[in-house]
Structures are given as structure tokens and as C-alpha cells.
């Protein structure tokens, strides 16, 4: 069995190759730096947590790359405080970065066994997270608006009510929420950042390639 040291080393290095590929943002460096990624794969993964790999986590899905982690986290730019949505729970490790970034976190996952399983380990750790089974694609209204929104599965388009989610630019004195999707095929799909400048107006950009599991969903899904 693994020591505490060796992967506290491991995880160090992990941060280390981060920084290397481009995630120049410190508060997410830090955060991979403190969240225990080996305590969110099963323990036949855990000499593996800290490549910078996806590794299954049952029901066929994914815990996702540490690097498309820090990246969206990165794109959301979250301030302490923030209201983050995340869409697609998975294994918690993204909502885990996202408590340790300071944020307030909504998480929604589809296969509720795997809610289940999550949501035991999120609170064994002490992150406090609001978890809910269901359809991602359609939002948590009644806690909306949201500073971030989050989508960790590959979608066919940014779903309009995830969209109408968000901040907009000036309400209570704060920035234009921020919607972070990977959007495109089954085989391959671009990160798209989109910020709500007004209650119809989004300014979008679009950056890197990546490949996720798909979004299933009435809003988006592949
Ligand atoms: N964020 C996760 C983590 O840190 O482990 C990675 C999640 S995995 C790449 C994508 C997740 O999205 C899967 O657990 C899948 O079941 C979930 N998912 C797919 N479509 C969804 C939807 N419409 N609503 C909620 N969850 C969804």
C-alpha cells in the first residue's frame, strides 16, 4: 500500500506538469495541489490517480483528466464565494477542486447509484456540496442565478436553459456568470467558455480539443 508521503509527492509533481502545460492560474494550481484525487478512484487505480489520465469509475463513466479539470476550472475564473453548477457529478473530484477554489457547489449527476456512492465520500471528506439525481441539462432553477456552470460530459451545443442559468453581467455589482462546455461530436469536442453580457447577449470563445464521455440529456445531449 501507497504512504500519505508518496502521494502527497505524486500529487506535487502532478501540480508541477499542470503548471508546465499551461494552467497559469495559481488558486487552481493550488487547489489540485490540496485535493486528494487517490480518494476518488477505486483503490486498484490509486497507484495510478495522479497520471494525468481519466480512469473508470463505474456505470461506464470517467473520474476526468487533471488537466481538463484544472482547464475548466481555469475558464470558469472562480472567485471565493461563487455559485458553481456542475452537470455530471462522476467520482466528485471536479466539485472537490471547485469547494477548494472557495466556491459554493451545486452538483447534478445522472446515475443515481453512482450519486449515492459520491455523495458519502464527499461528506467523509468534509466538502460540502448540494447533490442532486437527474437531468444536468436542465439546470437547478431554483437556485439559479450562478456565477459558473460547468458541463464535465461532451455535449452537442450549450443548452439554452443552463445558458438562462447564469448571471448576467451587473446583477448584484458581480461579473458576467460563465458557462464552460466541451460541445462537438461523439469523437472529439472544443471547449467553449460563454459569458451572459445581457438577458440575450453571451459573448463566446472557443479553445482546446478534448474527449469526453457523452452528455445524455434532453438539452445538448450526443
Ligand atoms: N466531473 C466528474 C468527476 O470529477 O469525476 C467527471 C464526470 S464524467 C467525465 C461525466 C459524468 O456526467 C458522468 O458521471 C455521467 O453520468 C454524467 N452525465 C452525463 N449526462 C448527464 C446529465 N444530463 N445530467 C447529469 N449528469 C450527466
Request: glycine share 10%.
Given at each position: 500500500?501507497?504512504?500519505?508521503?508518496v502521494?502527497?509527492?505524486?500529487?506535487q509533481?502532478l501540480?508541477?506538469?499542470?503548471?508546465?502545460?499551461g494552467?497559469?492560474?495559481?488558486r487552481?494550481?493550488?487547489a489540485?495541489?490540496?485535493t486528494?484525487?487517490?480518494?476518488?478512484?477505486?483503490k486498484?487505480?490509486?497507484?495510478r490517480a495522479?497520471?494525468?489520465?481519466?480512469?473508470?469509475i463505474?456505470m461506464?463513466?470517467?473520474?476526468?483528466?487533471p488537466f481538463?479539470?484544472?482547464?475548466?476550472?481555469m475558464?470558469?475564473?472562480?472567485?471565493?464565494?461563487?455559485?458553481i453548477?456542475?452537470v455530471?457529478t462522476?467520482?466528485g473530484y471536479?466539485?472537490a477542486?471547485?469547494?477548494?477554489?472557495?466556491?459554493?457547489?451545486?452538483?447534478?449527476?445522472?446515475?443515481?447509484?453512482l450519486?449515492a456512492?459520491?455523495?458519502?465520500?464527499?461528506?467523509s471528506?468534509g466538502?460540502?456540496?448540494?447533490?442532486?439525481?437527474?437531468?444536468?441539462t436542465?439546470?437547478?432553477a431554483?437556485?439559479a442565478?450562478?456565477?459558473?456552470?460547468?458541463?464535465t460530459a461532451?455535449?452537442?451545443?450549450?443548452?439554452?436553459?443552463l445558458l438562462r442559468?447564469?448571471r448576467?453581467?451587473?446583477?448584484?455589482d458581480?461579473?458576467?456568470?460563465?458557462?464552460?462546455?466541451p460541445?462537438?461530436?461523439r469523437?472529439?469536442?472544443?471547449?467553449?467558455?460563454?459569458?451572459?453580457?445581457?438577458?440575450?447577449?453571451?459573448?463566446?470563445?472557443?479553445?482546446r480539443?478534448?474527449?469526453f464521455?457523452?452528455?445524455?440529456?434532453q438539452q445538448?445531449?450526443?
Amino acid at each position: 500500500m501507497l504512504s500519505d508521503g508518496v502521494f502527497d509527492r505524486r500529487r506535487q509533481r502532478l501540480v508541477d506538469q499542470m503548471r508546465e502545460h499551461g494552467i497559469s492560474d495559481e488558486r487552481v494550481l493550488a487547489a489540485i495541489g490540496s485535493t486528494h484525487r487517490h480518494r476518488f478512484v477505486e483503490k486498484a487505480f490509486r497507484p495510478r490517480a495522479y497520471e494525468d489520465e481519466a480512469l473508470p469509475i463505474g456505470m461506464k463513466q470517467t473520474i476526468s483528466q487533471p488537466f481538463t479539470v484544472a482547464y475548466q476550472t481555469m475558464l470558469l475564473d472562480v472567485q471565493p464565494g461563487d455559485r458553481i453548477l456542475e452537470v455530471g457529478t462522476g467520482s466528485g473530484y471536479q466539485a472537490a477542486v471547485l469547494c477548494e477554489m472557495g466556491a459554493r457547489v451545486f452538483s447534478i449527476e445522472r446515475h443515481r447509484p453512482l450519486l449515492a456512492r459520491t455523495r458519502d465520500l464527499l461528506a467523509s471528506l468534509g466538502y460540502r456540496v448540494a447533490l442532486k439525481t437527474g437531468d444536468g441539462t436542465l439546470g437547478w432553477a431554483s437556485q439559479a442565478p450562478f456565477d459558473g456552470v460547468v458541463i464535465t460530459a461532451g455535449a452537442s451545443e450549450a443548452p439554452e436553459t443552463l445558458l438562462r442559468q447564469l448571471r448576467i453581467e451587473g446583477e448584484d455589482d458581480k461579473p458576467a456568470g460563465r458557462l464552460v462546455a466541451p460541445v462537438g461530436n461523439r469523437e472529439t469536442q472544443t471547449m467553449w467558455l460563454y459569458r451572459r453580457l445581457a438577458e440575450d447577449r453571451y459573448e463566446k470563445t472557443a479553445s482546446r480539443q478534448f474527449k469526453f464521455v457523452p452528455l445524455i440529456g434532453q438539452q445538448g445531449g450526443l
